[in-house]
């Protein structure tokens, strides 16, 4: 049953099979129903260092699509409009520095300021992106522009005030 299960092609039937040798019929529900519940609720879960390595980091495409993409599935999947975790944008932008894709901070910001539009983490994402890509006194008043905004996923207020005297500093601004 398993094997023909297997061979469906449909993005929305995921199968999993999970032989419990040495289980009892008693023991069976108390290992499987947990189990069930963590396989269906997988698409839910913030991106974990195992989805960072395996399917992100890997990955030739914009690693902010595969967020995207990630956030419609749990919309198609379960009805919810999830917003996008603070865990995720920064294992996003991890990818986008280990990977040298700094192009992919511009989408990144834009999303994150729709996400979080109270929050200095699009004007952050959107500086890396200037600063990265040759434009560094749009980078330095962007940073100047996030003082403004509440504090998010660790990046302070001073942080991007040090950011911006560092370019002011190293450009002569």
Same mark, same amino acid.
């Given at each position: 049953?398993?094997?023909?299960?297997?061979?469906?092609k449909?993005?929305?039937?995921?199968?999993?099979?999970?032989?419990?040798?040495?289980?009892?019929?008693?023991?069976?529900?108390?290992?499987?129903?947990?189990?069930?519940?963590?396989n269906?609720?997988?698409?839910?879960?913030?991106?974990?260092?195992?989805?960072?390595?395996?399917?992100?980091?890997?990955?030739?495409?914009s690693?902010?699509?595969y967020?995207?993409?990630?956030?419609?599935?749990?919309?198609?999947?379960?009805?919810?409009? *999830?917003?996008?975790?603070?865990?995720?944008?920064?294992?996003? +932008? &991890?990818? /986008?520095? @280990?990977k040298?894709?700094? $192009?992919?901070?511009?989408?990144?910001?834009?999303?994150a300021?729709?996400?979080?539009?109270?929050?200095?983490l699009?004007?952050?994402?959107?500086?890396?992106?200037?600063?990265?890509?040759?434009?560094?006194?749009?980078a330095? *008043?962007i940073?100047?522009?996030?003082?403004?905004?509440?504090? +998010? &996923?660790? /990046?302070? @207020?001073?942080?991007?005030? $040090?950011?911006?005297?560092?370019?002011?500093?190293?450009?002569?601004?």
């Amino acid at each position: 049953m398993n094997t023909a299960i297997n061979e469906i092609k449909n993005d929305y039937l995921s199968s999993n099979f999970s032989d419990f040798t040495g289980a009892s019929h008693y023991l069976l529900p108390a290992i499987a129903i947990p189990q069930a519940f963590e396989n269906i609720f997988n698409a839910f879960r913030p991106i974990s260092v195992k989805e960072y390595k395996e399917k992100i980091i890997p990955l030739e495409s914009s690693s902010v699509d595969y967020l995207v993409e990630k956030y419609q599935r749990i919309k198609n999947l379960y009805n919810i409009d *999830k917003p996008v975790l603070i865990n995720d944008f920064k294992a996003v +932008a &991890a990818a /986008i520095e @280990k990977k040298q894709q700094y $192009e992919d901070f511009e989408p990144l910001a834009k999303l994150a300021t729709k996400e979080y539009p109270d929050t200095l983490l699009g004007n952050y994402y959107l500086g890396r992106f200037y600063e990265e890509t040759g434009d560094p006194k749009k980078a330095m *008043k962007i940073y100047q522009s996030a003082y403004i905004l509440k504090e +998010a &996923a660790g /990046i302070t @207020k001073n942080h991007v005030l $040090e950011l911006s005297d560092k370019i002011k500093a190293d450009f002569g601004y």
